[in-house]
């Protein structure tokens, strides 16, 4: 094994000790001596960085997210965490990556970003570029390749020159603000729908062109809802697509508001519920209605993809959204902090605690 620095032989790391609610006792914990894997072969191993609190990291703990294996397999004892970056410090004899490459493990469904050193094979990392932020690096994957899978799948299914006009669900979201941005880069037109006006001014400082803030519209006093908003705003037509990532009566009105031959495209589930679709949208207007998962979008993508979203944070089209960076021990404070309303992006971890 190659090495770059003196590597201990015990690392801090979060394990899910069993599936259940984030914040309950027990459920997760802090191991401060856990063993540091030795690479070997073509593995290298990662001194990790940064790695952020995801949604998806959530619901593998409650043990809902089907992407992760122990997931699927429901064997708790594992460390969770979909991404992070990190500095490779050792590596096996055919490992080819050199000492000291910032690097993003793609960890997939093994997740185990929330730990200080992470080993995985070196065809595994995606290479940092010294003008990409460690912090933009640590959310590099989820999020923005997201937003471009979801961009690219608007592109391929409707007319978005014909009609401009798309509509965000969960908006203020971390992705959703990246999401307007993108839509901005490319003339699109978006409608936000937020479920409170705290950040309707920066959404709209970002480029949102409306904001549709539900609590404001859910007037049992008043016959207007949202979608009529929506119908007057595209003169009728409708939107040309919905990213949906909320389910419920908020997923069930954006699909409502499809023009014909729209696209509705389902990529999260924030409230847990499933929407209602109308048979009459099915048949007369022809909607589509599809899921969007990365995983599985990322395995038919051409290599130059990632390449493409670094560009974007050049570019400052992507800028870093962060809410808050905590040491590993104060993950619980972090739970908390994720099920807050209105945040304005990531809660990263720090891995570099001693
Ligand atoms: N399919 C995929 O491949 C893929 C990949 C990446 C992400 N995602 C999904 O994309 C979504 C956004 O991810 P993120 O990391 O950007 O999330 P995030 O920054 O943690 O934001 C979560 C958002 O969900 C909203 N929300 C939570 N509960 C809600 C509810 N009951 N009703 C309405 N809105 C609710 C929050 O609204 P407030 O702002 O009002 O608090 C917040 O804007 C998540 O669902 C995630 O799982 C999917």
Redesign the pocket.
Known sequence: MNRSIAIPAQQTRLQLVRFGKPQEQGVVQLERDAPVPVPTGSQVLVKMLYAPL???DM?TIVGFYPGVRYVVEQKPGFVPGLEGCGVVVARGEQATIPLGTRVVPLLGEEAGSWQQFVCVEGKQCICVPDDIDDRIAAQLF??PL?VV?LYKEMEAAVDLVDNPWILQ????????RMMIALAKHHSLKTINV???AA?VQELKELGADVVIVVEQEDDPHSNKSWDRKVLEITQGKGVAAVLE??G?D?GSMACSCLQSGGLYLA??????KPIRMSNSDLIFKDITCK?????R?FRKQPPHVVEDLFDLFRSQVFKPCIQTVLPLDRYLEAFRL?R????R??ILFSLAME
């Open positions: 995801h949604p998806a619901l989820v999020n997201t899978g669900t969960a908006a203020n979201s971390t992705l959703g937020v479920r409170s950040t990532a909320v419920s908020i990529y999260g589930a924030q409230s847990g899921g969007f998962w990365l995983s979008w994720q807050e309303k209105n945040r992006g990531k």
